[in-house]
Structures are given as structure tokens and as C-alpha cells.
Nanobody, 124 residues
Framework: QVQLVESGGGLVQAGGSLRLSCAAS????????MGWFRQAPGKEREFVAA????????YYADSLKGRFTISRDNAKNTVYLQMNSLKPEDTAIYYC?????????????????WGQGTQVTVSS
């Protein structure tokens, strides 16, 4: 049974940082592209960042480049999202997702497995 479990969310002031983690189990982690998405109240789920399953390539939503960094540790079956200079508009539920042997995708429908999400709230 595949499980993705996010952690690290919380309440932070604008300008602060958070590091999200997503621990995967029940799958061959190194064979999956991993992505982070977010969904704010009343808005559609949007792509944040992704890490390819091969070659270590990373991709970001244009609006988040320079503030967010995705990384993965295949030995720990974990993907991370370092978020710096947080803004109130970053407030959302953040989800990690896994896509089997796929290139990264900004379309959440392309991912096979999802975590339950972790809430990030940025106060002004």
C-alpha cells in the first residue's frame, strides 16, 4: 500500500521559512517523479515544484522560482520543499504527489499517488 505523508506545515509570519517533508512508503521511491502542489481556499490546485525520477532535474512554478527549493533523498524515501520569504498568498494546503517513471508534470492529474496534505498559513 502506497503512502505519502507530509509534515512540516504550520503558522509562520510573512518573510519566514518552512521546510515541508513528504515521506513515501510502499513504492520504489527512486522510480517516481515527485511533485508538490498547493490549494488555497476557493482556488484550484496549482503546481509548485517537481523533481524528476532520473537525472535530478527540478522544476518550479515561475512565480515561485528563487523562493522555493525542492530536493529529495532517495535513501530516506523523502522529498522536501524548502520555502523561504513566505508571503500571505502562499497560504494553502500543500500536497506531495508521485508519478511513476514520468517526467515532471505541472498537471496534477498526471500523478499516481497523493498525500493528505499539510496546512501552511502565512500571517501578514
Amino acid at each position: 500500500q502506497v503512502q505519502l505523508v507530509e509534515s512540516g506545515g504550520g503558522l509562520v509570519q510573512a518573510g519566514g521559512s518552512l521546510r515541508l517533508s513528504c515521506a513515501a512508503s510502499g513504492l520504489t521511491f527512486s522510480s517516481y517523479a515527485m511533485g508538490w502542489f498547493r490549494q488555497a481556499p476557493g482556488k484550484e490546485r496549482e503546481f509548485v515544484a517537481a523533481h524528476n525520477w532520473s537525472f535530478g532535474s527540478t522544476y518550479y512554478a515561475d512565480s515561485l522560482k528563487g523562493r522555493f527549493t525542492i530536493s529529495r533523498d532517495n535513501a530516506k524515501n523523502t522529498v522536501y520543499l524548502q520555502m523561504n520569504s513566505l508571503k500571505p498568498e502562499d497560504t494553502a494546503i500543500y500536497y506531495c504527489a508521485a508519478r511513476f517513471r514520468g517526467a515532471y508534470s505541472t498537471n496534477w492529474l498526471d500523478y499516481n499517488y497523493w498525500g493528505q496534505g499539510t496546512q501552511v498559513t502565512v500571517s501578514s
